[in-house]
Each structure stands twice: as C-alpha cells, then as structure tokens.
C-alpha cells in the first residue's frame, strides 16, 4: 500500500474520505473478524494440576502411599492418598480462580478509537475496526491497525516497539517509488505504534494478525505479571518457615525413633506435621486477595493495571491530581465573553444549543461577537452533541448559540502543553487565514494587533494589561479562560476572551476530608490560571497556598524541595515541572499517587509511585504508562482504591494471623508428649485431616473481610514494614492457648480413661474447634460486638462447613479410617469450653483496651 497512491488505495479498499457505511462496517467485522492479536492460552489447566503434585512434601507423602501398600497398609494408603487428592483439589480450584482473576484484569480495559463512518466522527472499540475504516489519529493514540495516511499535520510516530528506533518518525502521505522495509515505509503507521505529535486520518490496511506486529505476535506477547514485593516477601517468609518446620519434624522423628516407635509410623507422624504446620497455601490466597481487590475496585470505578498497584496504594501519603476532570466535573459551558473591551454573559446549560449573549442584562446581536466565536469553533477537534474534548465542545455550543459552525481546514499545529496554544488554517475566499486558541498570557505575547468592534487596531501596553486584568477577574469566579487569535497578513490579531464554567465535584470534597483523616496529603496541578486553581480549591478545602510554573523555573532541587511541603496548588504547570514536583516529593520521602492523561505525563506516570491515567480525556500513552486507571476520571475513586488497598493489606495480615497462630500448635504437643513418654496425640491422618478442614476455607473468608470502619482514620502505612508488625506477640498467644488447649484435654481424657484413640479424637476436635472459633477473632483489632459476627457470612459459611465435616468424619462409618471415637455430650461442652480459651482472650483483651489504636 506505501507504494501506491492514497487515490487507489482508497479504491482498492472499497472505502473513501468519508468512510464506510454502518452496514458494511457490519459486513466486513463479519468477513475479516475482530482486530486482535491471538494470545497464548494463560492459564494451563495440566500444569495447575501437575503443580499440586510436585511439592516436594506431597511428593514424600505420596512415596508413603506407596509404601503403605507394599508393607499391607492398605486402609492407610487409600486414605493417605484421598487427603492428597482433596488438598490438590482445594489447591487447584483457588489458583485457578487467581489465574483467572489475573486474567480478566488484562482484558477489562479495552483501547478506544475515533474513526470516520457515514462521514461522521465516533468512538468504537478498536477490536471493530475492519480494513477500510478511517481512523482520526491524535498526540497520546496507540495506533489500532496497520493503515495508510490519506492526510498528515505534523504528525511524529514512535515505532520502537515495532522497529526498536529509538527517535520519533515523521510521516508523509505521499507515494514511496521503491520497496522499503518497515521502518521505512514513512507513508504508513502501524498497529502498536505511539503517536507523540501531530495530527492526522489514515486508511485502515491490516487488522490483527495481519498486521506487522501481528506477524510477529508469538515474540511480543504480554510478559507474566511480576510477583509484588509483598508476594516475594511471603515467600521468603514461607520457606524460612518451612525451614523451621522440617528441623522440627526431624527432631520429632529423631525423638520417636529413640523411644523405640514405629519407624514408619514417625516417618508418616512427622511428614504430616511438616505438611500440616507449613502453610504452603498462603502465596495462592494472598494472589487470589490481591485479584478479588482488583474486581472490587474495578466495580468502584477504578481499573488496576498492575497487581503490585494494589498493595502500594494502602502506603500512599500524597495524592498529585490534575483539575479538569478529576476534582471538576469537566462538564464545561461557556458562561463569559470578554471582546471589545466589553464582559458579555452566555446563558443556557450543558451541551445545549440555545442561548442567549447579554450585556449588562440587556441581549445583543451575537454577530459582534463573530470572529471570536467562530475561531472557537473551528479551532477545535470536537464534534457535536458530544464527541471530544469537553473544552473544545465547550467552545462549539457557545459558537452554535451564535448559529456559527466551524470552517473547514487546511492545516492543523495541535495543542502543545509546553507552548499552550493550537492553530488551524482555513480558505476564506482566496486568502489563508489561521485561528489560534490558548493560554491569554501566550496568545497575547504573539499578538501585535487588536480586535474592536471589528477592526483592527494595534494593541497597547494598556491593552494588555487590560486583557489580563479581566482574565485574572474571570478566573477568580472558578473560569477556565482561553483566548482565540488569527494571524492573516503576517498579523497576529487577538480577538478576546472565552470564559467556561468547570464545577467540583460534589463528592470530592468529602474524599479530600477523609485523605486528611487518612493522613494524605492532596495537592492541585494544573495547567489553568492560578486564579481558577485557588478558587476551585476553596470550595475544596484544599490549602490555599499556590504557585505557579514559572516561578519554579527559577527554583533549585533543593528548594522545591521546601516549597512542597509549604504549596499545595501548583498553576500554569507544563509536564517537566510536574516531573520535578514529583521528584522533589519522593526525595521529601513521600509515597505518591500521580493523576496524567497526556503525551508528556507519560514520564511522570512511570516515575509515580502510581501512576494514575484516565480514562475518558486520558491518551493511550497515559494509560499505557500508568498502574491504574481511573474509569470516570473522579477523584473520588482514587480515594475509595486508597481504602480498598488498605483493606485488602489488613485482611492478608488477618488470614497470617489465623495460618501461624494455630499451624505450629500440633508440632508441640506432640513433642510434649513423646518428650513426657506419652502415646502421640494425633496420628497421621488425623494430622492431614486437621489441616485440610481448618486452613484453606477460614483463611480464604477473612480475604473477604469488608474492613473496619475506621481503616481510613489511620496514617498510611510505612511500605517497609514487616508484615508480621505489631502481630507477633498475638501469633505466640494464640498458638501457646492452642497449645494448652490441646494437650490438657488430650492428657484429662488419656490419663482417666487410657483410651487412646478417643483422646485423640478429643483433641483433634479441640483443634479444630479452636481454630473455628480463633478465626472470629482474628476478623479485626475492634472486638466482634463492634465488628458484628453476620458480618463476613463467607466467613460463617466456611466454620459452619469445617464444624460439620468434623461431626461427620466422627459419626459416621469413615470414622474407623482415621481412628476417631464418637464423643458424648458432655464431651462437646469440655471441648467447647476449651477450645473458645483463645476467641474468649483476645475479646476481652480488645475491649479493654477499647479497640486498636495500632
């Protein structure tokens, strides 16, 4: 297609300038399908299942089956191998489900693109784009497909993730004579690819796997989602634990062998202690807590791109916002004019039409109002009723109020955030004339004339001051202000004022409190006057503090340093000085949640400890760059994903509290008993019984724990604390109770009785029924009256399951297989008395000391 005239390509497409028809669009999504690239199947069922199989404890117990078939032990091996198949099953259904949750997080955000049909602008998702579409390409766009330019405005592609060039590629539309590779092919853009500048339409070519990327799709599939810190760092605790474990089950073993037991009897005895006491479920629960927080905060308006994101955001200290949009509404309406040194209102609401132009409450004729109107409206990208930016559609509603449309095109510079101003040149008659809207500080540096009363005149020094005087006051009423200008016989002529009304969000105020609670810094950056940002940020609440760009220019590192902890607005900010805002927070050590949507946040994003795009006015790169996206671009979610990280760091540090509190309590008790020359109090497959009903259900429920009211009446977290802070001395407690709680139900019944196998029925029941009622109080540092105990009822399904799975292995004829002893009445009420030792401690503890204070 490169080498061919845009004339015949359109031709050979079967499209044109004005793009397909609905119909066919229709027809082609049917005949060529979905622009996607074919994924390698992420989640590989065999392999889930052979991994339940190849820990190395599973692999012993396993061999042991074996052996007990070979000595005749067969009632044990079939047993032996029946708890290996349902701890593999409970193994396999959750790391499917955190795979799969992984997954979905991948595909729930979906590129975006602007194409041409029926000769009308809209949006559509870019896996409906067939081969002949015409697509509108702006600065920030991920280029959907493989497609010829037909038409090109400055326009600089970044192609190194296609090509590995390293600078941006200026592109042509016209025909290239000879074959040429790809990085060469400058009449072409290609699927995958970043535009950084300009403007331009192209030609749809190739979708999919025909594409050039697509053709090399096997090398540049997604990589694997890196594991977090707080994943490494619990594996590193698992295998210190494990550690400890297996010299402990060694020394069982040891101890057995020289009081003359069993030796395969230990062997199994001390195997199922080390299988039972290391929880080797913990990394799939926490990466299965860290997905299912990834679904809450999607469905709160916020889309977690990374998985790390989830645990960094409970350790944010400062959140750096953009206005527009994100504490405003970004619903904008043009409510004042300024032109011939005259303020004019604009009536109406919204995106409506219809309006009216008054001065001094008296209505005008709109036309004195033509050129500054019209430069508006055709200075712009959007369209109507409401496609595009919501300034730009501002400014086309306030034009049709005037029944004034914009003019057709020859050539576009598009919006620059480091110049602050976009021009459009158009053929009115026979003479080129070109419209310039931005900055009224920029727009009246380049103008050397002045618009009055429809003539031009040469603009004075008062002029000026005038101009600004004005700009301050609109801006000063919470205006968003933006100055239009032509230039037409080498004279730049400004032609006045447009001023538009962008209101908070009702609800931001309230989430700026609650940060304050949360001890979260909120800090204002914005490209607007100084004026709009502070008074925006006093019907915010945000400090009224305030600097602008310019005055950072003549700042060292050092000193913005200081001026950080003092500004909280920042004006008039071009992407380098949000750069430099956020380094100079980081090197104040704080952990930061950056808010971009443009070409040039791009740095920041990355940079940010998370980096925040959005979604409606965000660009491709923004989003690409970012952690987490923010789906209605509100402040307000970002605050409630705040919460929901905090909660979901609290409920992994509740199901450690519960796995390590009670795992190891086993291992003593029966090192007790060999040591005090007793019978051992559980025997193998009561071991792997215990830990098969009470580990993964119960801990699985407290991820499911909504937090506690107070979660955001806290400083954030220190992101290099250990995870066990502050729980140690609840872990020793709760596993010595465990401990005693075993051992003298086991020796009462053992010592009065000397009826072996019901101790130990007793005190495996004890067990688990200490767990069960343990797990309740491992919910929250508030005690349960506050917390309330319905309150989790994934957490009462799960006891109310594991309490009658163990009535049923005692009173039924599967007892026999694990030697247990039906338990009287008066049994159960010991047991419960007992086993509620550890709920009844901790209760009593937190509600005298009136909940945590952490």
């Not at 390293?166 to 995958?192: C, P």
């Not at 049709?400 to 050539?411: H, L, S, V």
């Not at 760009?549 to 902890?565: H, N, P």
């Amino acid at each position: 297609m490169y080498q061919k005239e845009v004339e015949k390509v359109l031709k050979e497409l079967e499209s044109s300038y004005k793009g397909l028809s609905a119909q066919e669009a229709v027809n082609r999504l049917s005949r060529f399908g979905k622009n996607e690239l074919k994924k390698v199947k992420k989640v590989s069922i065999a392999k889930l299942v052979l991994e339940q199989f190849i820990d190395p404890l599973v692999l012993i117990l396993l061999a042991a089956v074996v052996i007990s078939f070979v000595i005749g032990a067969k009632k044990d091996a079939v047993a032996i191998f029946a708890i290996v198949i349902l701890n593999a099953i409970i193994g396999f259904s959750q790391e499917y489900k955190a795979e799969k949750e992984i997954e979905l997080l991948k595909k729930l955000s979906s590129q975006k693109a602007i194409v041409i049909r029926e000769g009308k602008k809209q949006e559509i998702d870019a896996k409906n784009i067939v081969p002949g579409d015409i697509i509108i390409i702006q600065p920030g766009d991920k280029i959907p497909a493989d497609s010829r330019l037909i038409e090109v405005n400055n326009l600089k592609i970044d192609e190194s993730s296609l090509t590995g060039e390293s600078t941006t590629v200026e592109k042509i539309i016209s025909m290239l004579h000879n074959e040429a590779q790809v990085a060469d092919q400058k009449n072409m853009v290609f699927s995958g690819t970043i535009a950084k500048e300009g403007t331009a339409k192209a030609v749809v070519t190739a979708i999919g796997m025909q594409t050039e990327i697509g053709k090399i799709a096997h090398l540049v599939q997604e990589t694997v989602e890196a594991e977090t810190p707080l994943q490494k760092n619990l594996k590193k605790l698992g295998k210190a634990l494990a550690a400890i474990i297996l010299s402990l089950a060694l020394v069982i073993f040891a101890a057995g062998i020289i009081m003359k037991i069993n030796t395969y009897d230990m062997f199994l005895t001390s195997l199922s202690l080390a299988i039972s006491a290391i929880p080797e479920g913990l990394p799939v629960i926490m990466t299965l807590a860290l997905a299912l927080s990834v679904q809450v905060m999607y469905k709160r308006k916020a889309l977690i791109r990374k998985l790390k994101a989830v645990e960094t955001l409970g350790s944010i200290t400062v959140i750096a916002s953009d206005k527009t949009g994100t504490l405003t509404k970004n619903e904008m309406t043009v409510t004042e004019l300024f032109v011939d040194s005259k303020e004019i209102l604009v009536t109406g609401k919204g995106y409506e039409t219809k309006g009216k132009f008054l001065h001094n409450n008296k209505e005008i004729n709109p036309s004195a109002l033509k050129t500054l109107l019209e430069i508006g409206s055709s200075c712009n990208n959007a369209q109507l009723p409401k496609l595009g930016d919501p300034t730009e559609l501002a400014l086309l509603v306030s034009a049709a109020k005037a029944n004034i449309g914009p003019k057709e095109r020859i050539a576009e510079t598009p919006f620059n955030a480091v110049e602050k101003y976009m021009t459009t040149t158009h053929l009115i008659g026979n003479k080129k004339i070109t419209y310039i809207k931005g900055a009224p500080e920029k727009l009246l540096e380049m103008s050397d004339y002045l618009l009055v009363n429809n003539a031009v005149k040469k603009i004075s020094s008062e002029d000026k001051k005038e101009i600004l005087e004005q700009n301050k006051k609109m801006a000063s009423r919470a205006l968003r202000v933006l100055a239009m200008a032509y230039k037409q016989d080498n004279k730049t002529v400004f032609a006045g004022l447009q001023g538009m009304i962008d209101p908070p969000r009702k609800e931001v105020k309230r989430a700026i409190e609650l940060c304050r609670k949360a001890g979260i810094k909120v800090y204002m950056i914005t490209g607007d006057h100084i004026n709009t940002a502070v008074a925006i940020g006093s019907q915010l609440s945000i400090p009224q503090d305030a600097i602008e760009g310019k005055e950072l220019d003549k700042l060292s590192g050092e000193q913005l340093r200081k001026i950080v902890k003092e500004k909280f607005i920042f004006a008039r900010v071009s992407p380098e000085h949000k750069s430099r805002i956020l380094a100079a927070l980081q090197a104040n050590k704080e952990i930061v949640a950056m808010t971009g949507d443009g070409v040039n946040d791009a740095p920041a994003l990355k940079k940010a400890d998370i980096g925040i795009a959005m979604n409606i006015k965000g660009t491709d790169i923004a989003r690409e760059s970012s952690d987490m996206i923010l789906i209605d671009d509100n402040f307000s979610s970002i605050v409630k994903a705040i919460k929901e990280g905090r909660i979901v760091y609290d409920n992994i540090k509740k199901f450690l509290k519960y796995l390590l509190s009670v795992n190891f309590s086993e291992l003593f008790v029966v090192l007790a008993a060999l040591f005090a020359k007793l019978p051992i109090p559980f025997i193998p497959l009561q071991i792997l019984w215990i830990n098969l009903a009470t580990d993964a259900l119960p801990a699985l429920a407290l991820s499911k724990e909504k937090g506690d009211e107070t979660i955001m009446h806290h400083p954030p977290r220190d992101p290099k604390e250990h995870i066990l802070k502050g729980m140690q001395s609840y872990i020793l407690i709760g596993g010595l109770l465990a401990f005693i709680a075993m051992l003298i139900l086991f020796l009462f019944e053992y010592l009065t009785t000397n009826n072996v196998d019901k101790a130990r029925t007793i005190a495996v029941t004890t067990s688990v029924m200490f767990q069960m009622f343990f797990v309740f109080s491992c919910r929250s540092d508030r005690s349960l009256k506050e917390v309330g105990l319905f309150s989790n009822k994934y957490l009462i399904g799960a006891v109310l399951l594991t309490v009658i799975l163990q009535i049923l292995i005692i009173y039924t004829p599967i007892s026999s297989v694990f030697a247990f002893t039906p338990l009287s009445i008066k049994d159960w009420i010991l047991i419960i008395a007992v086993s509620s030792i550890g709920f009844i401690f901790f209760e009593v503890k937190k509600l005298i000391n009136g909940g945590s204070k952490r």
